[in-house]
């Protein structure tokens, strides 16, 4: 029973851990600000709950009981990851943060009001979807 137990701790440890670096390499490699804020934000709340929950799992076989501070830190981690994630966006959309040529998506309303245009106007896939 203890080999089994370690090994899901081994596998969580992994899965959490390959998580983390697809998050890091994300960081580094992606062009943009919005970009290299997707990668980490998603990845890593998975990779420390990997590892959160390997935790969870060891010492729940060695103590005989589950500790409510293990199960605390990745429910606060899922909460506030989330919004810090959209709340550095917003920040990022109102100091007007250039936006790499490969990044897809609705450019931001402001700026295409700005220039003449409507939110709509600006929005090739919105086009391609009313003209079908």
Do not use: W
């Not at 290299?36 to 990845?43: A, D, E, M, Q, W």
């Not at 060695?62 to 409510?68: M, Q, T």
């Amino acid at each position: 029973m203890q080999t089994v137990i370690e090994a899901i701790v081994c596998v969580l440890l992994l899965l959490g851990s390959a998580f983390t670096l697809i998050g890091a390499i994300g960081l580094a490699r992606l062009p943009d600000f919005y970009m290299r804020l997707h990668g980490p934000t998603k990845s890593t709340t998975l990779g420390v709950g990997g590892v959160v929950l390997a935790s969870v799992v060891y010492f729940s076989a060695h103590n005989n009981f589950a500790s409510l501070h293990e199960v605390l830190i990745p429910a606060f981690l899922f909460l506030t990851a989330p919004i810090s994630a959209h709340m550095l966006t917003k920040a990022g959309i109102q100091q007007r943060v250039s936006v790499s040529s490969v990044t897809r998506g609705r450019p931001d309303a402001t700026v295409a009001r700005a220039s003449g245009e409507s939110a709509q106007d600006a929005d090739p896939d919105n086009n391609a979807a009313q003209d079908s």
